[in-house]
């Protein structure tokens, strides 16, 4: 009896010591993520981002609006709302979760983002004379963005998929792939941690160059939804 409960001891007490290195590790990846919006992709992204242990700053024009203050309060956690500016000075991470076409004059007024990751859902496109969406961008939203902030982390990702699905994967029938571009190995792993830990799978297809193919795959993606054969993206590297 002796042996089994110093046994019995040394199993809680080593329980105990692996519970606490799993908090501390987990609090230590922990980051504070200021969402720029409080449109549908920020209230999709937001919730998605707080249940796994970040810390959510929403950055709005009206952060006292009553629908800003239900997200907030649906969000949990250490989330509170702030003005713009306000919360992507506080941020680890920036999300531009704004319409495309707002995107660079939102991201200019910012201030200075040095050393973020700045992740970019956006897309240019539009409705064209025949109702099919285009691209209307001469390059892409994240290019426009990387060069605006040159010490800054932009990644492209999120801009492929609709908001539902960001909440809810399983409801396409199938995997969901999220292709994202950027210029930094260690910004892009971070979003993809972001992006499994939402039930989704990231797909790194290089630096930020390629992002207006990315904003391409969005008019495809509208366009195949338009003519009555909706998919999302689920892209399986080959085997070399």
Known sequence: MITVARTMTSIFASTIVFVAALTTTLQASAETIAIIGTGNVASALGPEFAMQGHDIIYGSRDPDRAEVT?????????????GQTEAAAQGDIVVIAVPGNVAEAVVASLGDLSGKIIIDPTNMVGPGDDGFMSHTAETSNAEVIQAMLPNA????????????????PEMSGGPVTIPIVGNDAGAKATVAALIEGMGLEPLDLGPVRFAHVLEGMLVIWVNG??????FDYYLRPQTP
């Not at 997200?71 to 989330?79: K, P």
């Not at 939804?225 to 909706?230: K, L, Y």
């Open 225 to 230: 939804r338009r003519e009555g054969t909706p």
């Open 153 to 168: 982390h932009v990644v492209k990702a999120f801009n492929t998929l609709n908001f539902r699905t960001m909440i809810d």
């Open 70 to 82: 239900e997200l907030v309060a649906r969000t949990g956690g250490n989330a509170f709302a702030t």
